[in-house]
């Protein structure tokens, strides 16, 4: 029997109910409508008053699970949408992230961000917000790739103390699979060398992780052998895990969903750049969306975003420097 990476997540907050009374998830329609996506099916049933609809104001609801944390809560929070964390940015940066740092008084949240592109979904419920929100000190920030981390990771942002944005992405939902869940979990900050390889690295995470592992397929047909890096949390970075498959390749490629300027792909060149210059043997290079909203046209967001084939076409010429 097989779980999908949804019901992985659904699975994490059920048991984060069980196990801990001080746990509640709040959102949009997450009650009898059971969320937007259906992660929280049947937990509304199952845990009476912990499972509550909010309105509609995502700067009301952070605000509330902060006042909620403050007092010993730890709120599990869901954004219908990463698109719409934004009317509560101001909640989330100024007052979640610098909570403790003020007042030495933790803020035990987790915001859940449905995130990433599908096909038909627009520049409004589309986008990737993972680096707007690692840019700021005080937040981490998960973004899972597999079955197993949306659950592991999940569990823990629900214990740790501080504010934490867990971006999972809608793509994943009901495609990937797993024959069952984690006894054991890497710990969050902590890259996981999805595939070993000698010729080149590529960094990605999230959805791009799949994209990057079909590359791989596809040249060591070739005779080329690609050691793919997943990073789990972008916030904190495990750079040593990169550095050291840098070391081992010579060649790094970066690849994101998100938009180019200053996302997570740059920073991870520049930290290459910077402290393992001397490990490269060509000029790192990074892989992103395009510089413009996410289209509707399936076909356009089909190359807006990278996939195999533009990933792969981006692998063979750092091959040819």
Request: glycine share 8%; aromatic share 8%; charged share 20%.
């Amino acid at each position: 029997m097989s779980i999908t990476y949804l019901e992985a997540i659904r699975e994490a907050q059920a048991r984060a109910l069980a196990e801990d009374p001080r746990v509640f998830i709040y959102g949009q329609d997450v009650g009898a409508f059971g969320g937007a996506f259906k992660a929280t099916k049947n937990l509304a049933q199952e845990f009476p008053g912990r499972v509550i609809d909010a309105p509609i104001s995502e700067d009301a609801i952070v605000g509330a699970a902060i006042g909620a944390a403050v007092e010993g809560m730890r709120p599990i929070i869901e954004m219908q949408f990463a698109d719409f964390s934004t009317p509560g940015f101001n909640q989330i940066v100024n007052h979640a992230a610098t909570l403790y740092w003020r007042t030495q008084v933790p803020c035990p949240i987790t915001i859940r961000l449905p995130s990433g592109g599908t096909s038909g979904s627009g520049p409004f419920h589309s986008q990737s917000m993972e680096t707007l929100y690692a840019h700021y000190p005080g937040l981490i920030v998960m973004t899972p790739a597999t079955v197993e981390d949306a659950y592991s990771m999940l569990l823990e942002a629900v214990a740790l103390d501080d504010p934490v944005i867990f971006c999972e992405h809608k793509l994943l939902y009901n495609h990937l699979k797993a024959e069952s869940l984690p006894t054991e979990a890497v710990p969050v900050g902590k890259a996981r060398l999805a595939r070993p390889g000698r010729d080149m690295t590529i960094v990605a995470y999230s959805a791009m992780v799949h994209e990057a592992l079909a590359v791989a397929d596809e040249l060591a047909s070739e005779g080329t052998e690609v050691e793919i890096v997943d990073l789990r949390s972008i916030k904190p970075l495990d750079t040593d895990t990169v550095m050291a498959s840098v070391a081992r390749t010579g060649r790094l490629l970066c690849v994101g969903e998100s938009w180019p300027w200053g996302g997570v792909t740059a920073e991870v060149v520049s930290r290459v750049a910077c402290e393992g210059f001397g490990l490269l043997d060509a000029p790192p290079q990074r892989l992103n969306a395009k510089d413009t909203p996410v289209p509707y046209h399936p076909n356009l967001w089909a190359a807006h975003r990278p996939t195999a084939r533009s990933i792969a076409a981006a692998a063979r010429r750092l091959l040819r420097i």
